[in-house]
């Protein structure tokens, strides 16, 4: 019992912390993963992040293209069992907020496009996926809201383009659809 308590007190002053440092970060932290949400105000530029597609013969994909619509940007690859268990979720929830506008890309980190290419059918992923394996840009492109290691990592866009949540690991269904809600719920055009 007393082995606890200091856990949990030293679990409280994190997570105080991590809110305490930005106003505008609210973050929790659980067994499921590293969730944040950034208001509107604090976003900063649009994201981007462009590439060949995975899919053979599909044109390059580029986030810039989905200006309008909330995005879903989902990091992931074949070896990650995290990935393969969100996989099939995040298949149906495309599917269900489909027609309310919101789009749905995945980045494939690293695997080879056929190993990539073999995920996609086993799940029956629908939506498109950059494929990350040569370029290793990624990564790069979004360092200031995932480490590099992080897979799977999950990012809901603003209309905007910009970062308005931020999942590191696993990420539920209830909690992707709170955080597309939340995103939707926004007035196009939300200040900068």
């Known amino acids: 019992m007393l082995i606890g308590v200091p856990v949990l007190a030293v679990g409280g002053l994190v997570a105080w ?15 499921e993963a590293a969730i944040a949400e950034f208001a509107p105000g604090s976003r900063g530029e649009p994201l981007t992040l ?26 992931w690859g074949s070896w990650c069992a995290p990935c393969r268990a969100e996989a099939p979720m995040l298949r149906d929830t495309a599917s269900a907020y489909a ?15 056929a190993a990539a290419r073999a995920f996609e059918r086993t ?9 990350d394996s040569v370029q290793q840009q990624a990564f790069l492109a979004l360092r200031e809201f995932v480490p590099s290691s992080a897979v799977p990592s999950t990012l809901v866009l603003d ?27 926004e007035a196009p055009g939300a200040p900068a």
């Open 99 to 113: 027609e309310r506008g919101v789009s749905f890309l995945g980045v494939n980190v690293s695997d080879s496009p």
């Open 50 to 75: 462009a590439g060949p597609a995975l899919q053979e013969g599909a044109a390059p994909v580029d986030v810039a293209g989905y200006r309008g619509s909330v995005v879903v940007l989902n990091l």
């Open 17 to 31: 912390r991590a809110k305490g440092d930005r106003e505008d970060l609210a973050a929790s932290f659980t067994n």
């Open 123 to 131: 799940y029956a992923i629908t939506y498109p996926s950059l494929d």
């Open 159 to 185: 209309r905007e383009g910009r970062v308005a949540a931020r999942v590191i690991g696993q990420i539920s269904a209830s909690t992707l659809t709170a955080l597309l809600d939340a995103a939707l719920a």
